[in-house]
T-cell receptor, first 114, second 113 residues
Framework: SQKIEQNSEALNIQEGKTATLTCNYTNYSPAYLQWYRQDPGRGPVFLLLIRENEKEKRKERLKVTFDTTLKQSLFHITASQPADSATYLCARPDGSGNTGKLIFGQGTTLQVKP | DTAVSQTPKYLVTQMGNDKSIKCEQNLGHDTMYWYKQDSKKFLKIMFSYNNKELIINETVPNRFSPKSPDKAHLNLHINSLELGDSAVYFC????????????FGPGTRLTVT
């Protein structure tokens, strides 16, 4: 079965630095990966989608990469701010991806210190 | 302008009771989902509906029964609640099936005592 693995340990960084979060997947490469942000007590919020044929995707201070050789996606936040502190979830589609069924990782909690 | 709303936000009940959680989306989306997030924060899909048709039905106890009266609403009814049902339940919607981004509701924290 497909799995998504994220570092369950919290990531602590200093404000202004670049945060890099890792998402590893098993089995075959998915057609796409999605990244979400979740704040305590709230539902996940969609951030970015990257397709298998895309090496990199950017949105403002966010950048996502997709390496099918390493079976890995990296999520970068440049010039991090305390407001970026949250849990970040990586998700892959199950199977062909036609049903909308997503398999989520456990999430990595990012703490940005001022 | 709430996109995906759920009621109630908190639900505390005793074992054996039956309870329902309601979800509504005003985004005009065709697909809706129910997820369960346990104490370890894993978010797992339970059901999805597309235009009122059941698409995804994961291996969940048949005590859980979703109902979609129309494509803007997806409710979750749980019979004979058990301690292990305690979790946060999220409703979500997307424009359609496939690679569309999903919009999540605020969650319903269910505590079974």
């Amino acid at each position: 079965s497909q799995k998504i693995e994220q570092n369950s340990e919290a990531l602590n960084i200093q404000e202004g630095k670049t945060a890099t979060l890792t998402c590893n997947y098993t089995n075959y490469s998915p057609a796409y990966l999605q990244w979400y942000r979740q704040d305590p007590g709230r539902g996940p919020v969609f951030l970015l989608l990257i397709r298998e044929n895309e090496k990199e995707k950017r949105k403002e201070r966010l950048k996502v990469t997709f390496d099918t050789t390493l079976k890995q996606s990296l999520f970068h936040i440049t010039a991090s701010q305390p407001a970026d502190s949250a849990t970040y979830l990586c998700a892959r589609p199950d199977g062909s991806g036609n049903t909308g069924k997503l398999i989520f990782g456990q999430g990595t909690t990012l703490q940005v210190k001022p | 302008d709430t996109a995906v709303s759920q009621t109630p936000k908190y639900l505390v009940t005793q074992m054996g009771n039956d309870k329902s959680i309601k979800c509504e989306q005003n985004l005009g989306h065709d697909t809706m989902y129910w997820y369960k997030q346990d104490s370890k924060k894993f978010l797992k899909i339970m059901f999805s509906y597309n235009n009122k048709e059941l698409i995804i039905n994961e291996t969940v106890p048949n005590r859980f029964s979703p109902k979609s009266p129309d494509k803007a609403h997806l409710n979750l009814h749980i019979n004979s609640l058990e301690l292990g049902d305690s979790a946060v339940y999220f409703c979500a919607s997307s424009q359609g099936q496939g690679s569309y981004e999903q919009y999540f509701g605020p969650g319903t924290r269910l505590t079974v005592t």
